[in-house]
């Protein structure tokens, strides 16, 4: 390995590394107020349900033809309580309560995704995918 092809592996990392900097730091400082946000529970594809986070405990049980689970919303955020899928991962993803986290259960075909209904879609300009 020479010395430019060391210069230029440093120089792609760090483009990358600020590349993935940049979008982490402005998703962590997006602004919102407590009670603000929903989660989008889809199912297949479609949108199944939204339910707005609050602090107030609530426990939403799914049964679809593909499986059986139960969300639980507290505290602001949501959480997967229960997973009927044969490796529940989803299980181990854990409390989300901040805009653009996500819940994913790849069997039972279901994404849960928080996000903030008072921000404007055109505030977003990234792209989500190129075909």
Known sequence: MKRGDFLIIIIVLLV???IY?????DSRNEEY???DLQA???INGETYKTVTLTKEEQ???????YSSNTLKVYDYGIQMTYSDAPLPIALEMGFISRPKQQIICVPCRMIVEVHNPNKSIHDDEELDAVI
Do not use: C, L
């Open 59 to 65: 426990i939403i049980d799914i049964k679809t033809k």
């Open 40 to 42: 989008v529970i889809s």
């Open 33 to 35: 107020a407590q009670g």
């Open 16 to 18: 990358a590394g600020s």
């Open 21 to 25: 900097g940049v979008k982490w730091w």
